[in-house]
């Protein structure tokens, strides 16, 4: 149980476009998820942490025009790069609690984005 | 902000050795996870601690939740080379009145290698 999925695990697009990552959780509701990066060789940094039906709470430093996430449904989260830079290539990796056990958190594969 | 520090940073290992890494803290926690990351992949959950004193096993791999509340290890116990990898340690802080506070916080890692 508590299987995370993301969707794509990598994809490359060039400067300018605009990416859309999905975390589905696939055999329980999650009623919060969480959109994490991370830089080679380094821990996780949280960027936002995403409630059904609301809007997203984002970390400090994170910009929120730039980086959309809706939850939908207590399932889906997506996360939207707009108009990705090089600078913005990093791993993304969602994570997901299920309801009345908030404290344990299971993650999805990651998803890998380069811009060129 | 609060931080966990996790030692030691890296380490190489023989097969059949046993491992053992902690997380330590000036902070009181209400939850201890520690995750395995491989490379390219999202952090899987290894073992989840939800007590004080609390002695979880999964496997191979051993982990106590600190007295004090500030602290965490994990041990491996008769290592074998898909133990490779990073795993984190991660924790909830606890609250003014004893509930979770604030989101998962994450230690640095540590990386376990094979010893050449």
């Known amino acids: 149980g508590a299987v995370v999925s993301q969707h794509p695990s990598w994809v490359i697009c060039k400067s300018g476009t605009s990416v859309k990552i999905e975390c589905r959780s696939l055999d329980f509701q999650a009623t919060t998820m969480f959109w994490y990066r991370q830089f080679p060789k380094q821990s996780l940094m949280l960027m936002a942490t995403?409630?059904?039906?609301?809007?997203?709470?984002?970390e400090q430093g994170v910009e929120k025009d730039k980086f959309l996430i809706n939850h939908a449904s207590l399932t889906l989260s997506t996360l939207t790069v707009t108009s990705a830079h090089p600078e913005d290539s990093s791993f993304y990796i969602c994570?997901?609690?299920?309801?009345?056990?908030?404290?344990?958190?299971?993650f999805g594969p990651g998803t890998r984005l380069t811009v060129l | 902000g609060q931080q966990l520090n996790q030692s030691p940073q890296s380490m190489f290992i023989q097969e059949g050795e046993d491992v053992s890494m902690n997380c330590t803290s000036s902070s009181i926690f209400n939850t201890w996870l520690w995750y395995k990351q491989d490379p390219g992949e999202g952090p899987v959950l290894l073992i989840a601690?939800?007590?004080?004193?609390e002695l979880t096993s999964n496997g191979r791999l051993t982990a106590q939740f600190g007295i004090t509340r500030k602290d965490s290890f994990l041990n491996i116990s008769a290592s074998i080379p898909s133990d490779v990898g990073i795993y984190f340690c991660?924790?909830?802080?606890?609250?003014?009145?004893?509930?979770?506070?604030?989101?998962?916080?994450f230690g640095k890692g540590t990386k376990l290698s094979v010893k050449p």
């Open positions: 994570s997901a609690v299920t309801s009345g056990v908030t404290d344990t958190q299971y």
């Open positions: 995403s409630n059904e039906g609301s809007k997203a709470t984002y």
């Open positions: 991660a924790g909830r802080l606890r609250g003014r009145y004893g509930g979770s506070q604030g989101n998962l916080i």
């Open positions: 601690l939800y007590k004080a004193g």
